[in-house]
């Protein structure tokens, strides 16, 4: 076996007897000392149970010494960096610097401050503003406390990319026995024993999250992340190089095992592409004549493609585009789409509001791309970069979403932030049909076989399609036969965790984003702070009668616990300022809680214009808190919510969690959410699971058990 093999074996050892630890590795103080007396599985692990069990048969088995193997980590290895330029200047600066008296605020900073600000955020770097509202400090004066520390050499100061700046101590031991990372190259699985929320954020950028499993009592809590080929082709770099760079920052070290296989599912992305040919048809190109007759023209016939024009090239039969990508996306090459598309009949379009720079960045990109799927949080202001990307194009418009409440937002939103005119927008869906240069329909009606013309009766340039999520498979079908038009999808969840992720992809187009936590740290988007309760029951009654149900009744009783409303009405006494929603999932629920609360109860049985008057009042601030169904689960704009409380609902999807999350994350005011969960039942597994999306991107998810 060669050293490399070696490095890329699949049984973990201990990274503390390592030669080839990191250099900044803290003594690990007994921290994975840990033995198990499960039996040994021959197959490969399937969850964080079964990996944990192989990692501690290996530690309890014995080993030769050799630990050459171990991919093993600690949160202090994240930073093991040579020090930026900065830095550098800062300490030899630190003669002069230090004779610049200190404001009181910045001399009151000790390292226990940084250590408590660090416990705060539960990450383990910090920029200053993140540092400064722990310490209650401005930015500016966290910044200098921090730089005054860093002199001192009890802080790093290191640069993340060219913004922001983040701090962390010099000395890890007090973090350093909180992380343990266990890579498994050959299988591409990474296990994270109690990472930070700034490790699982990175992670996410390249991993995908499919299991957890631990006691919340102990906060020993496993993560299972696999790296899969999808993973790897929408990671958000421009450069295979800025991808490999994060990944080792992240692993415990280098595998070139598992680095040889991204590269090459990275070029794979680049493999194939569409053009238009100079003669106005459109053209399939392979990079390599082997390529294409081993790959290209096995997989795809006459129905597909006419006829090769090149050893390297065939001519793509019309209407066949989407058909191909699929086709050639399922054999493992994502085909890039270089296609003249038509921007239909022009229009006009001036934009009357400043995109910010995260915004410009996605209608750039969507412009060189000519089609995708705009990715990030609630709050972001994806409809407005939206409405820029119709600017940019400057043709005529379809916008399609789920629901009537969106489609009246998209036309006030449109009025608001462009030059266009109201006869110039119509909505489409069963209170009118008003077809116009920017068309405005539900996917309902828009789907209807009586309504097929919508499509065909203008020459659309742009079709956007909201809430992309939501878009049913008529639609999707339909979509196959728009794939000259620019395609623009929104969604809050990303494309890899949704169910529809080929035909997303395909059909309208790869992911456009930015990291969530730029979006936190800079402001734009309020970061949310989400507790995960676990409520008992009320009383035994109730509790005997849920232990001698099942199935969906069993559902129903944990998710109505009576004693939900309660802790609901305690919440809403601790945060009377804020503006609340309170979900849930069940008619008889929701009722029982507005009549406890005393406040209205929004869902889909109301009358459409009854729900919009109650929305109008809450956005005004007459109504302070909202009991509401899934009818506010998506693109509902109530952008002054502060205060989101999840009653039930646990059943439904990851996605359901982060949008209800995502009714508090705005730029301004106070961003809280809390989860109720009834102790002992699924509520519990499905509230984490819920939960995970927003983990995933580095949003703190704590846990607490109520008294009963």
């Given at each position: 076996m060669t050293e490399d093999?070696?490095?890329?074996?699949?049984?973990?050892?201990?990274?503390?007897?390592?030669?080839?630890?990191?250099?900044?590795?803290?003594?690990?103080?007994?921290?994975?000392?840990?033995?198990?007396?499960?039996?040994?599985?021959?197959?490969?692990?399937?969850?964080?149970?079964d990996v944990r069990a192989d990692d501690e048969r290996t530690h309890s088995d014995g080993d030769d010494g050799d630990d050459d193997d171990e991919s093993v980590r600690r949160a202090d290895d994240d930073l093991a960096t040579e020090p930026t330029d900065a830095a550098a200047d800062l300490a030899t600066d630190r003669d002069a610097d230090t004779d610049t008296p200190a404001t009181p605020s910045v001399l009151d900073v000790s390292l226990d401050g940084f250590y408590d600000a660090l416990e705060a955020e539960g990450r383990p770097v910090v920029t200053a503003q993140q540092a400064g509202r722990n310490l209650g400090l401005s930015q500016s004066a966290a910044a200098d406390a921090l730089d005054q520390l860093a002199r001192d050499g009890v802080v790093q100061r290191v640069n993340v990319e060219t913004d922001p700046v983040v701090y962390y101590p010099t000395e890890w031991g007090r973090l350093a026995e909180r992380e343990r990372i266990v890579l498994f190259p050959e299988r591409r699985e990474v296990v994270v024993d109690r990472p930070t929320q700034y490790t699982r954020a990175r992670l996410a950028q390249f991993a995908h999250l499919v299991d957890s499993t631990g006691d919340r009592n102990?906060?020993?809590?496993?993560?299972?992340?696999?790296?899969?080929?999808?993973?790897?082709w929408q990671a958000p770099f421009d450069e295979l190089d800025s991808?490999?760079?994060?990944?080792?920052?992240?692993?415990?070290?280098?595998?070139?095992?598992?680095?040889?296989?991204?590269?090459?599912?990275?070029?794979?992305?680049?493999?194939?592409?569409?053009?238009?040919?100079?003669?106005?048809?459109?053209?399939?190109?392979?990079?390599?004549?082997?390529?294409?007759?081993?790959?290209?023209?096995?997989?795809?016939?006459?129905?597909?493609?006419?006829?090769?024009?090149?050893?390297?090239?065939?001519?793509?039969?019309?209407?066949?585009?989407?058909?191909?990508?699929?086709?050639?996306?399922?054999?493992?090459?994502?085909?890039?789409?270089?296609?003249?598309?038509?921007?239909?009949?022009?229009?006009?379009?001036?934009?009357?509001?400043?995109?910010?720079?995260?915004?410009?960045?996605?209608?750039?990109?969507?412009?060189?791309?000519?089609?995708?799927?705009?990715?990030?949080?609630?709050?972001?202001?994806?409809?407005?970069?939206?409405?820029?990307?119709?600017?940019?194009?400057?043709?005529?418009?379809?916008?399609?979403?789920?629901?009537?409440?969106?489609?009246a937002q998209w036309r006030t939103e449109i009025l608001k932030h462009t030059s266009l005119s109201e006869d110039q927008i119509g909505e489409y869906h069963g209170g009118q049909k008003q077809v116009r240069p920017v068309t405005i329909a539900t996917y309902q009606t828009a789907g209807m076989d009586r309504h097929r013309s919508l499509f065909d009766d203008r020459e659309w340039g742009l079709i956007v399609y909201d809430e992309v999520h939501h878009v049913p498979s008529r639609i999707y079908r339909r979509s196959a036969d728009l794939q000259a038009k620019h395609r623009l999808g929104l969604s809050a969840t990303p494309i890899r965790e949704d169910d529809k992720e080929k035909e997303i992809f395909t059909l309208i187009g790869p992911p456009i984003g930015t990291d969530w936590s730029k979006l936190f740290e800079a402001g734009y988007v309020q970061e949310p702070e989400v507790e995960i309760r676990y409520v008992p029951w009320a009383d035994d009654t109730v509790r005997n009668e849920w232990s001698s149900a099942d199935g969906r009744e069993r559902h129903q009783l944990a998710a109505m616990n009576p004693q939900k409303v309660a802790e609901t009405r305690r919440l809403l006494r601790q945060h009377p300022e804020s503006k609340a929603l309170v979900f849930v999932d069940y008619l008889d629920q929701g009722e029982e809680m507005a009549e406890a609360l005393d406040v209205p109860f929004v869902n889909g049985e109301m009358r459409h214009h009854h729900r919009e008057r109650l929305f109008e009042r809450f956005r005004e601030g007459q109504l302070r808190t909202l009991v509401i169904s899934r009818v506010g689960d998506e693109g509902i704009d109530l952008p002054n919510a502060e205060l989101a409380v999840v009653a039930s609902g646990l059943g439904g999807s990851r996605r359901q969690g982060a949008q209800r999350a995502g009714r508090t994350m705005r730029p301004a005011g106070n961003a809280l959410v809390y989860v109720l969960a009834t102790r002992g039942t699924t509520e519990e597994d499905f509230a984490q699971r819920q939960m995970r999306h927003l983990a995933e991107k580095g949003v703190r998810v704590t846990e607490s058990d109520l008294t009963d």
């Open positions: 093999d070696a490095a890329d074996a699949d049984t973990p050892t201990d990274a503390h007897s390592s030669d080839e630890s990191h250099p900044n590795e803290a003594p690990e103080d007994g921290a994975a000392d840990e033995t198990s007396s499960r039996r040994p599985r021959e197959n490969h692990p399937s969850t964080v149970a102990t906060g020993t809590r496993g993560y299972l992340y696999k790296i899969r080929q999808e993973d790897v991808l490999l760079s994060l990944m080792r920052s992240v692993l415990p070290r280098r595998s070139p095992h598992l680095e040889t296989w991204v590269e090459n599912q990275w070029k794979r992305a680049n493999q194939f592409r569409l053009y238009t040919h100079e003669d106005d048809y459109v053209v399939l190109e392979a990079a390599s004549e082997s390529l294409m007759g081993n790959v290209g023209r096995q997989k795809l016939d006459e129905e597909h493609l006419v006829a090769p024009i090149s050893d390297t090239e065939s001519w793509v039969r019309d209407g066949k585009e989407a058909h191909i990508k699929r086709i050639l996306y399922e054999a493992g090459y994502p085909v890039k789409d270089d296609r003249d598309l038509e921007t239909g009949d022009p229009l006009n379009v001036e934009l009357r509001v400043e995109l910010r720079d995260y915004q410009r960045d996605w209608v750039d990109r969507f412009t060189d791309q000519k089609a995708g799927v705009l990715v990030g949080p609630p709050g972001a202001g994806k409809t407005v970069t939206g409405i820029g990307v119709l600017a940019a194009v400057g043709g005529e418009t379809l916008v399609l979403v789920p629901s009537r409440e969106l489609a």
